[in-house]
């Protein structure tokens, strides 16, 4: 497939991403020529680890590739996202528990698909160009791909703040988040990769890392914390209007781009994954509930048509005013009972 390159080199199982044009979108195709490689080296004893990486300087992957999504769902298909997204987050749960480390490489922009397949591994490498962010409620969809599970286990409530405001990660930043382990400049990607193939050790990793240069978020944690605690949209929308600081201001003119129903139902999830057991399945059950109703009874059609298709950036968001009823939020979220989404082989 010209869209990746796989094979194995040494003790190395190689993922490289070579869609530099298209900022190495995942299409469908590519996500399942991952997951058979996946299958097939966790039984290869010669394989040690894994490592993805991707073509280019801009982008280690900036997303899915939704053209195809936008146009089977504008006819009124909704099967192949549903398929598309039930088979991408059973590709992020066999990273996330893969038995051998993963081993990623995140240069430049690593978005939303891009976080599910280079931020679930063993060894997450950032340089510095990286930024990582989840930006989904910006085109009517939430977090997903298991980018919950991260948020909900980021620092008080910086998964709220990264998850509605869609804020994009330096370096340093990802590293305090949870999405990323080690800073090393990019010039030395090719060597420490030519000896991870060599030897499959990935220690050598936090050898070479180095102090990211400084990030943003951390000095920002006592406000995130205090004005993004609420249960609700609502009531973050509330705290952050009263509290009339350069921080608020911000965050306020963030999230007035963003689709409400999506930012709800974000807040909604990381309060019900901080509530129970966390883990990697568990977030992405919650996440499908939403992604299978997103074309049908959610944001997403309009936020491609106005973000991507258009390039108008005028989305006609439902509940415009901001004002999410408690049932909109329950019922993007309900169980869909035979339509759940399994981690089964099938």
Not at 160 to 188: Q, V
Request: proline fraction near 4%; charged fraction near 25%.
């Amino acid at each position: 497939m010209s869209d990746i390159d796989i094979r194995v080199t040494g003790s190395a199982g190689r993922i490289t991403l070579t869609r530099e044009k298209a900022l190495n979108a995942l299409s469908y195709d590519m996500c399942m020529a991952i997951d058979a490689a996946l299958k097939d080296w966790a039984q290869d004893d010669a394989v040690k680890l894994v490592v993805i990486d991707a073509a280019g300087d801009k982008a280690f992957c900036a997303g899915g590739d939704i053209a195809e999504l936008y146009a089977t769902g504008k006819a009124g298909d909704y099967g192949y996202g549903r398929t598309f997204w039930r088979d991408e987050y059973r590709l992020n749960a066999r990273i996330f528990e893969y038995p051998k480390p993963v081993v990623s490489f995140l240069q430049g922009f690593t978005m939303g698909g891009g976080v599910g397949i280079g931020c679930h591994g063993t060894h997450r490498v950032v340089c510095e160009s990286s930024q990582i962010s989840m930006p989904e409620a910006g085109i009517g969809l939430i977090p997903d791909v298991g980018g919950t599970l991260i948020l909900a286990l980021a620092p008080g409530r910086l998964g709220e703040y990264l998850g509605l405001t869609a804020g994009r990660m330096k370096a340093a930043d990802a590293i305090y988040a949870g999405f990323a382990d080690h800073y090393i400049p990019k010039e030395k990607w090719g060597g420490l990769i030519a000896a991870l193939e060599q030897d499959g050790n990935p220690d050598i990793l936090a050898e070479a890392a180095e102090t990211a240069p400084e990030g943003t978020l951390e000095p920002m944690q006592s406000d995130i914390d205090r004005l993004f605690s609420g249960e609700t949209l609502g009531d973050i929308l509330t705290d952050l209007n009263m509290a009339q600081s350069e921080f608020s201001k911000g965050a306020q003119k963030a999230l007035l781009r963003n689709s409400p129903l999506s930012m709800a139902c974000t807040a909604e999830i990381l309060h019900r994954l901080r509530g129970a057991t966390l883990s990697i399945q568990r977030a992405l059950d919650l996440e499908y509930r939403f992604t299978y109703r997103s074309m049908e009874k959610g944001d997403f059609l309009e936020g491609i048509r106005a973000q991507i298709i258009d390039k108008d950036r005028q989305p006609k968001w439902q509940y415009a005013d901001r004002i999410v009823p408690a049932v909109a939020v329950s019922q993007m979220l309900m169980p869909l009972g035979a339509d759940t989404l399994t981690f089964e082989e099938e």
